[in-house]
């Protein structure tokens, strides 16, 4: 009778059941709202950096047009000359083209206007009594005379056209003689930005502004952010959080904002969560429906066996019975009512066997327990990995293969398993492919070997394999990475190093040319102090020339369009200009340039680019050699070849740099480097040129025992 007055075990379970299941809806219903929101916020603020974007591209469109129709006008100016009646006639035209120009004129090289021309809307003709009127002391004139190169104003209010904004778009026009010959100048009116306000009409809820250089509002919609040349902050707008996009206007330095309230996207959110609790609410009537079945299908079993206890008989296995604790269920007890019944009538018999079957059943689940873990691990591994991985066939197939195959190509795993996977192999990497099998076939292995795979859509991905073989039993094991996001970023790189390096030679070019008469004293005598600075400047500028240089010949050795004017030359004596134009050079680090070894030799090669081979060599070395010490140039003849050698006496190359010695951008130590100048370029493309001639170039150091960089090209017969 005591038993029948416990808890029920039911009981327990049920509230337990309740209560994980509870939580858990609980915990989920809140992951889902916070997730909603996030994802929300996530969405909208690269939204509002896209419209930023968008806007940017068509405030910049829109003024860098009139700045280039400004630019051909002064063309035309120059080309009509100084008859005022033929500029006006020219200003009309122009007009006629550009609307949104509220007036142009043009003046002489002293800042008078000479002739004008007002927008249609205002009367159209020239402006009157605006001919012979000085506009010298105006910034459209000043920066433009100091500089000889257009000019965008800041924005600000032109007399007689209202609150509206207006920017003054200027360039220089010539005389005949190609001397200064005055300015071409109009007034941009920047409330006929039309194009954004179809903006407006899909997003209305967004506030977008336009700025200047000086953070003035030039225009903002679709409701007026602030008074028309305002200074704004990026934060300011309407009150309470915002969510902000920018974006800058290519080539004037404005700057493109767009905000949007906080408690918008809260608003959008309402609905998802009220939706969530419902779904919670739903879902937590049928839950205690489950939770009272499990509980009551748990126990069954312990009434069922408590009763089968009852009629165990001698031979079968009987565990020995331990006390219950307070409070235990009331089935816990008839089994243990039953279990004492049954252990003494088995007790003597059982003891012996227990003990050979605890052995025997211990070692059998500890075996069992370790096979079943690595299986799983194995499992779940291959199936979560992010990587792509594969047991292939060298016959071409996909023997098994793990879900990132089918996210990453979108084929499905039918289809990969069904085909061989060379079908999916881009024509021009099958030859590189097979010379890989093949390679696996006898035992190597392939690390980072990179290939494209067609996609489901039709489109090839980059794919690198990093694969192991077992030749015996026909099988590759492989692990796969997409890396179509690395070459495109590369590819992105190349091509803004590219356009940035041929965008600065001209400019630093010019730079360094104007340092160098400052410095021959073609303005006159420079004070001393000034001298020093420029003489910095100059340093500077010359090192930045090289860099430009540098990699704009990468750039040409990575596409192909070096160019190499190969002749047949005498080399001793190239050997020898080289040591003579580098000398200067080595005496900036107290190091001496000897030539230590001559050798008779003709080659057919390119004299500008051999010197530049050597001048890199040679500026190399004397970075790294010691004070005082010295530069070894020799020249040996080899049967068919000659070779050329440099050796510095300075520390050597680190062993773990030794392996990136020759790549782009490669230095030792950045630090130290940097402040001895140098790009990390000169040896890359010094084996690039070196290749070309046919030849090679390599390197041979040791600690503390100076570095030898030495190169090969080969000599024709006869």
């Known amino acids: 009778m005591r038993a029948l007055s416990r808890p029920s075990l039911q009981r327990h379970l049920f509230t337990a059941f309740l209560l994980v299941i509870g939580l858990s ?19 909208r603020t690269a939204r509002l950096g896209e419209v930023a974007e968008a806007t940017a591209q068509m405030v910049s469109s829109f003024v860098n047009e009139h700045r280039r129709g400004i630019g051909s006008l002064a063309v035309a100016v120059e080309e009509i000359g100084g008859d005022p009646a033929r500029m006006e006639q020219r200003l009309a035209e122009y007009h006629r083209r550009y609307p949104e120009m509220l007036t142009l004129i043009v003046t002489d090289a002293a800042g008078t206007i000479i002739a004008s021309e007002r927008q249609l809307s205002l009367g159209g003709g020239p402006l009157p009594q605006a001919r012979g009127v000085s506009v010298a002391d105006r910034p459209y004139f000043r920066e433009v005379r100091a500089r000889g190169l257009p000019y965008i104003s800041d924005g600000f209010r032109g007399r007689g056209f209202g609150s509206d904004p207006v920017v003054a778009i200027s360039a220089p026009w010539k005389t005949a003689a190609g001397a200064f010959g005055g300015v071409v100048e109009g007034s941009l009116d920047l409330s006929r930005l039309s194009e954004a306000k179809r903006i407006f009409k899909r997003l209305p809820r967004l506030l977008i502004a336009v700025t200047d250089r000086q953070r003035q509002l030039l225009w903002s919609g679709p409701v007026r952010l602030a008074e028309p040349l305002t200074r704004i902050g990026p934060t300011d707008g309407p009150p309470g959080r915002q969510l902000l996009g920018r974006a800058a206007v290519t080539g004037v330095g404005w700057e493109v904002t767009v905000r949007q309230p906080l408690r918008q996207i809260i608003g959008d959110a309402t609905q998802e969560i009220w939706s969530t609790l419902a779904l919670m609410v739903v879902a937590f009537l049928p839950s205690a429906v489950f ?10 079993p312990l009434a ?13 296995p009987a565990p020995r019975a331990i006390p219950l604790p307070a409070g235990a269920p009331h089935e816990l007890a008839s089994i243990e009512q039953s279990t004492d019944r049954l252990l003494e009538r088995l007790r003597a018999s059982y003891d012996s066997l227990a003990k050979l079957l605890a052995e025997r059943e211990a070692s059998i689940e500890g075996e069992i327990r370790q096979r079943t873990h690595a299986e799983r691990e194995r499992d779940q591994l291959f199936l979560l990995s992010q990587d792509m991985l594969c047991i292939a066939g060298f016959d071409g197939s996909l023997q098994q293969i793990n879900p990132a195959w089918e996210r990453t190509l979108g084929w499905t795993h039918q289809e990969l398993t069904e085909r061989p996977y060379l079908d999916h192999v881009h024509p021009a990497d099958l030859a590189p492919l097979l010379g890989e099998l093949q390679r696996l076939r006898v035992g190597g292995t392939t690390i980072d070997f990179e290939m494209r795979l067609q996609t489901r859509d039709g489109t090839y991905r980059w794919l690198s394999w990093t694969a192991a073989a077992q030749p015996e039993r026909e099988r590759i094991y492989a692990v796969v990475r997409d890396v179509e996001a690395r070459k495109k970023l590369d590819q992105m790189k190349d091509d803004f190093v590219s356009v940035v390096s041929h965008e600065l030679r001209t400019p630093l070019t010019s730079i360094h040319g104007s340092l160098g008469l400052v410095l021959g004293g073609v303005a006159g005598e420079v004070p001393e102090k000034v001298r020093a600075l420029i003489e910095i400047a100059a340093k500077n500028s010359e090192r930045l020339v090289r860099l430009v240089n540098d990699i704009l010949d990468i750039e040409k050795i990575e596409s192909g369009t070096l160019v190499f004017r190969p002749a047949r030359v005498e080399l001793l004596p190239l050997v020898e200009q080289a040591a003579e134009n580098n000398r200067a050079y080595a005496q900036q680090y107290d190091v001496e340039i000897r030539l230590s070894a001559r050798a008779e030799a003709q080659v057919w090669a390119d004299t500008d680019r051999l010197q530049q081979v050597l001048a890199n060599l040679l500026s190399n070395a004397a970075k790294h050699s010691p004070r005082g010490g010295v530069i070894e140039l020799g020249m040996t003849r080899t049967p068919g070849w000659v070779r050329i050698a440099v050796t510095d006496h300075g520390p050597g190359i680190p062993v773990e740099f030794q392996p990136r010695v020759f790549e782009k951008f490669a230095q030792a130590d950045a630090s130290s480097t940097r402040q001895k100048g140098g790009t990390g370029l000169g040896l890359s493309i010094s084996k690039a040129i070196v290749e070309r001639h046919g030849g090679r170039l390599w390197f041979e150091t040791a600690p503390d ?5 030495a190169f090969e090209l080969p000599v024709p017969e006869g």
Not at 35 to 40: A, G, H, K, N
Not at 291 to 300: F, M, N, P, Y
Not at 705 to 709: I, L, R, S, Y
């Open 291 to 300: 939770a009272h079945r499990l509980a009551r299908r748990t126990t069954r």
């Open 25 to 43: 809806l609980a915990l989920l219903g809140a992951a889902r709202v916070v997730y909603v929101f996030l994802e929300r916020i996530e969405t």
């Open 705 to 709: 025992n100076g570095t030898t960089f």
């Open 304 to 316: 069922e066996l408590s009763s089968a206890l009852d009629q165990v008989e001698l031979g079968n």
